[in-house]
């Protein structure tokens, strides 16, 4: 399974990115779930948002309402991609952002819950 994220860059606060993470090697006849988090240098990585086969979402309280994560992902789709919409973006967002999968379903909100990383991407957000 290889997981590539794309899209980050710098931005002024209060405009947007999208992130996007290529999936390949995976497996979706199984439950699985799939996320994005992010981690500042000398800090704990933390998730972001996630969402489950089963389209099931869950976003952390710094990001409700900014953020949006949502999948083109499937046995039939040319794309199999994660994307993560980030609008109304703020200095403390700045990041490395990653992808992350697991298979069973299961939707860990610790990074220890997933197997599957992707090498990350950069946000950084001015003031």
């Known amino acids: 399974v290889q997981l590539v994220e794309s899209g980050g860059g710098s931005v002024q606060a209060g405009g947007s990115l999208r992130l996007s993470c290529k999936v390949s090697g995976y497996t979706y006849s199984s439950p699985y779930c799939m996320g994005w988090f992010r981690q500042i240098p000398g800090k704990e990585r933390e998730r972001v948002a996630r969402i489950g086969s089963d389209g099931g979402l869950r976003y952390a309280d710094f990001v409700k309402g900014r953020f949006t994560i949502y999948k083109d992902i499937s046995s039939d789709s040319p794309k199999n991609t994660l994307y993560l919409q980030m609008n109304s973006l703020k200095a403390e967002d700045t990041a490395m952002y990653y992808c992350?999968?697991?298979?069973?379903?299961?939707?860990?909100?610790?990074?220890?819950?997933?197997?599957?990383w992707g090498p990350g991407t950069q946000v950084i957000v001015s003031s």
């Open positions: 992350a999968a697991n298979d069973g379903g299961y939707c860990a909100i610790g990074p220890d819950g997933y197997t599957f």
